[in-house]
């Protein structure tokens, strides 16, 4: 039992505003998915906004198309898990070009202490310091992540979405 769990946060930019009726299919299946998510070995948490979803969240003010997702798993392997086997999950990744922008960096991974629970600040800021720095131990990826502080090691997930 290791003295850490890992969190994530992703982001995304919807093409046109999050209420548009073109993002339907995207917002019809979140509470399905989060559901899923609940229920996966290895959930520990996930950011809640108005609703059952962090839709509702802001986490750039002067951005109201960004979207923001977070979470805390036991370890890498159960959020990959998640991630990129779970079908529902894949099915709306593989979709995501229909309501999404592209963006060049939309995930950070890091360890935290268990119980802790980060927030939206903390998060885009581990976004912020993967961009400027690239994977270190602080803020990384899937494909090239660190051990938790504590040692226990982490292997890289090579899995994709499509």
């Given amino acids: 039992m290791t003295g850490f769990h890992i969190a994530q946060i992703n982001i995304a930019r919807f093409v046109k ?7 339907a299919g995207f917002m019809d299946a ?3 998915v989060n ?11 996930r950011l809640v906004g108005e609703g059952n979803d962090a839709i509702s969240i802001d986490a750039i003010p ?8 977070m979470s805390v798993w036991t370890d890498i392997e159960a959020l990959a898990a998640f991630v990129y086997r779970n079908p529902d999950h894949l099915a709306i990744m593989r979709r995501r070009r229909e309501w999404l922008e592209q963006m060049d960096l939309y995930q950070a991974l890091w360890w935290v202490p268990v119980g802790h629970v980060p927030n939206v ?9 993967l961009s400027l720095k690239g994977p270190t ?3 990384f990826t899937f494909r090239q992540n660190f051990a938790a502080p504590d040692g226990t090691p982490a292997s890289p997930i090579l899995d994709e979405c499509a």
């Fill in 121 to 129: 600040t903390e998060g885009m800021a581990r976004l912020q310091l």
């Fill in 30 to 32: 979140l509470d399905h």
């Fill in 17 to 23: 505003p999050k209420d548009h009726p073109d993002n």
């Fill in 137 to 139: 131990a602080e803020a």
């Fill in 62 to 69: 002067d951005d109201p198309r960004l979207a923001v997702n």
């Fill in 35 to 45: 559901a899923q998510a609940d229920g996966a070995p290895g959930f520990i948490w």
